[in-house]
């Protein structure tokens, strides 16, 4: 285990189709965040976890958007009903409880055509 | 609301110049600031953090609670500098990292 890792690293899908997106956070890191990144942005913070619990969603999470961690090991960011403005790098960082860095994965990009 | 700007998109220096990538913010507490950078197909990294007031590859960066800023210098630029570099906030350990834009610094000799 040497970092965060990100599955798929690209997906197109057509829009209207579902998808998930998977991020393995470093061993024993109990906090994990996902956040979008469009062209010419920063990251965005989307929604965090410790452990299993959710912490905090933002405003940017609507509802075709949930993200779930069970065991608090991985976890899943699933889009419904994708529209051409999901368009974007998705992000999974992961840090630990007291631990001022976050780490990020490589990110997965999504085009929706 | 918390906010973080970066003015420039794209700083274009000459190798061993000095560097100076500006980042302000806006929040009414006591932030913890942050520099991350992306180089070249590799993966968001932290480079510095305010409380721990070190230099990394050269590069300093002092929080001016009085100005609200938090910019990055380097006094001798290097080509391997060349990425792009965010500046970031958060409002207490364990949340989430409000992003500027970035800006894109470009060494060359």
């Known amino acids: 285990d040497t970092g965060v890792s990100q599955n798929p690293r690209h997906k197109i899908t057509k829009r209207g189709q579902n998808v998930t997106f998977r991020c393995d956070p470093i061993?024993?890191?109990?906090?994990l965040y996902w956040y979008r990144q469009t062209l010419g942005q920063g990251p965005e913070f989307l929604t965090y976890?410790?452990?299993?619990?959710?912490?905090?969603k933002s405003r940017l999470l609507s509802d075709r958007f949930s993200a779930e961690r069970p065991k608090g090991s991985f976890s899943t960011l699933e889009i419904q009903r994708t529209e051409q403005g999901d368009s974007a790098m998705y992000l999974c960082a992961s840090s630990a409880i007291g631990g001022n860095e976050q780490f990020f994965g490589p990110g997965t990009r999504l085009t929706v055509l | 609301a918390q906010r973080v700007t970066q003015p420039e998109k794209l700083l274009s220096v000459f190798k061993g110049a000095p560097v100076e990538l500006k980042c302000n913010y806006s929040?009414?507490?006591?932030?913890?600031l942050f520099w991350y950078v992306q180089y070249s197909r590799q993966r968001l990294q932290l480079l510095l953090r305010?409380?721990s007031r070190e230099s990394i590859k050269g590069f300093t960066a002092d929080l001016n609670k009085g100005e609200t800023s938090f910019h990055l210098k380097k006094p001798f630029a290097q080509e391997e500098d060349s990425a792009m570099y965010y500046c970031a906030l958060r409002y207490q350990a364990g949340t989430a990292l409000i992003f500027g834009k970035g800006t894109t610094l470009s060494v060359s000799s």
């Open positions: 976890f410790q452990n299993e619990a959710q912490l905090e």
């Open positions: 929040y009414s507490g006591s932030p913890e």
């Open positions: 061993s024993e890191h109990n906090r």
């Open positions: 305010h409380i």
